[in-house]
């Protein structure tokens, strides 16, 4: 758009923005970017009251488009924009162009590369005398295209040389948590009638509604290990973050108090440990049960899916429900929007779809899986919880208590922008990045309340009551 003393065109690359520079300088005139911005450029006049009356008036009339664009292919790439309209005499003050970015859409990694977990397996035994950095970098190039079970990724860990290779593998194989199991621990039995698909519905229904609230009260020492993606991301300047895959940032060991058969507090601290606390599977008997009773309450919510085989052989019935957002209690969220000071958080009720594996005898859940619906919401585009559970023993009897979680959650990051020596940069949106938090659940034991009594024994002297009568105390015991 041509000015008395400039020449200009809209800047396509950053070095046409560079202040250094006299094109530059045109390309930053406050008039150039408030018409290529969509505003206006005021000429000059007496009369700038009315001017601004009309700027004013204006505004009253106006519209909102939107669009998905094509994945850019490089950082900063330029592209023109116009809005066409059929009627003669109007004009459209618009954005004039825009510069997209590689990580605006959430495409996959085409390094990356999908195998089996037979594939899987056959490397790890076959790359028994790579180093523990080799091996680490092989895994993290991977995606299984299958659900690892838990005894395969104890076999295969077992046998690796180094921690950063076990650690790269235990997130390799959360990742395929909520996919379906390789064929062969898929049966190839009929699907039951479907008097005894409502029979097995029954029997979960009733196992999360009597059966869960009356387990004893216990004692469980849960292992976390939190994980994190590094994305890549152009910081401007020609300063960019390099990627990096999942990697290991923190580890906890908490003790956990199930009461009344839900999860109350880290019975010794207080503390939930040092995971990200927008993956923490808080509730595996209370919250995340809870998220699938709705479903288990209407058969028709339920759907056949397949039978799955355990480690052991035994068979389990699986199901797929769904819960629309117009019926749904579950709410998630994280932090933050690049908005203000970058710091606003964010939540939002949501739908959530996924499975639940149940003994078809006496109707226990063995497995829980939870995915997020968020259906084109920008912050976020993954939000997904799966529980393990099986037999435990405490004290004379075996119970089925919570042995293995996952949580994954992957959402658009809040990134600083630095350009044209701002210091202080500003706000956007960065790219997509994903979170994982690994939970495994071992040491179980009851808790109960016994009563002790200490004859002769004084708190003041230590010899006694002052009327010589014994004491009695009452405190908290944990018993095998």
């Given at each position: ?35 290529e911005s969509g505003g206006r450029s005021m000429p000059r006049s007496s009369d700038l009251a009315r001017q601004l009356e009309d700027c004013v008036h204006e505004t009253n009339t106006f519209y909102s488009l939107t669009f998905n664009p094509a994945p850019a292919a490089h950082f900063d790439e330029y592209h023109t924009l116009g809005v066409n309209i059929r009627e003669p005499g109007l004009t459209a003050h618009t954005n004039t162009s825009y510069y997209d970015q590689p990580y605006y859409l959430d495409t996959p990694d085409p390094a990356i590369r999908k195998i089996t977990v037979a594939q899987l397996g056959e490397l790890l035994r076959g790359a028994r005398s790579e180093s523990d950095g080799d091996m680490a970098r092989q895994l993290s ?340």
């Amino acid at each position: 758009m041509p000015f008395p003393w400039y020449s200009v065109h809209p800047a396509v690359s950053p070095q046409e923005l560079s202040p250094t520079s006299g094109q530059g300088v045109a390309n930053l005139n406050r008039k150039v970017l408030a018409l290529e911005s969509g505003g206006r450029s005021m000429p000059r006049s007496s009369d700038l009251a009315r001017q601004l009356e009309d700027c004013v008036h204006e505004t009253n009339t106006f519209y909102s488009l939107t669009f998905n664009p094509a994945p850019a292919a490089h950082f900063d790439e330029y592209h023109t924009l116009g809005v066409n309209i059929r009627e003669p005499g109007l004009t459209a003050h618009t954005n004039t162009s825009y510069y997209d970015q590689p990580y605006y859409l959430d495409t996959p990694d085409p390094a990356i590369r999908k195998i089996t977990v037979a594939q899987l397996g056959e490397l790890l035994r076959g790359a028994r005398s790579e180093s523990d950095g080799d091996m680490a970098r092989q895994l993290s190039d991977l995606e299984l295209t299958e659900r690892a079970s838990d005894d395969e990724v104890a076999s295969w860990t077992a046998e690796l040389r180094g921690k950063k290779a076990r650690q790269v593998l235990l997130a390799l194989a959360d990742a395929s948590a909520f996919l379906d199991p390789p064929p062969a621990e898929i049966p190839g039995d009929a699907p039951p009638d479907e008097d005894a698909q409502r029979q097995m519905i029954s029997l979960a229904a009733n196992y999360l509604n009597t059966t869960i609230p009356r387990l004893p009260n216990f004692f469980a020492r849960r292992t976390s290990v939190g994980y994190e993606e590094t994305p890549p991301f152009y910081k401007g300047g020609g300063r960019f973050t390099a990627a990096e895959p999942l990697h290991a940032v923190g580890s906890s060991k908490t003790t956990v108090l199930y009461r009344d058969g839900a999860e109350v507090v880290d019975a010794k601290t207080g503390r939930r440990g040092k995971e990200d606390q927008s993956l923490t599977t808080y509730g595996t008997f209370g919250p995340v049960l809870g998220a699938v009773k709705g479903a288990l309450a209407d058969s028709g919510a339920l759907t056949w899916s397949r039978w799955e085989k355990d480690a052991a052989g035994a068979r389990r019935a699986v199901f797929r429900y769904a819960v629309p957002t117009a019926a749904s209690g579950y709410k998630t969220g994280g932090c933050c929007l690049p908005d203000g000071d970058g710091t606003m958080a964010f939540v939002r009720m949501t739908g959530y779809h996924g499975e639940i594996a149940i003994d078809p005898g006496s109707g226990a859940v063995l497995r829980v899986e939870l995915e997020a619906d968020f259906n084109g919401f920008v912050p976020m585009g993954r939000a997904d919880v799966m529980v393990a559970y099986g037999p435990v023993n405490l004290g004379s009897k075996t119970y089925i208590c919570p042995v293995h979680s996952v949580g994954i959650w992957r959402a658009r990051s809040v990134n600083t922008l630095l350009e044209w020596n701002n210091t202080q940069g500003f706000l956007t949106w960065g790219p997509y990045a994903t979170k994982l938090n690994d939970f495994r659940y071992d040491d179980y034991h009851l808790f109960r309340a016994e009563s002790r009594i200490l004859s002769g024994f004084s708190p003041q002297t230590g010899e006694g009551n002052p009327d010589g009568s014994a004491q009695s105390t009452t405190e908290p015991q944990s018993q095998q």
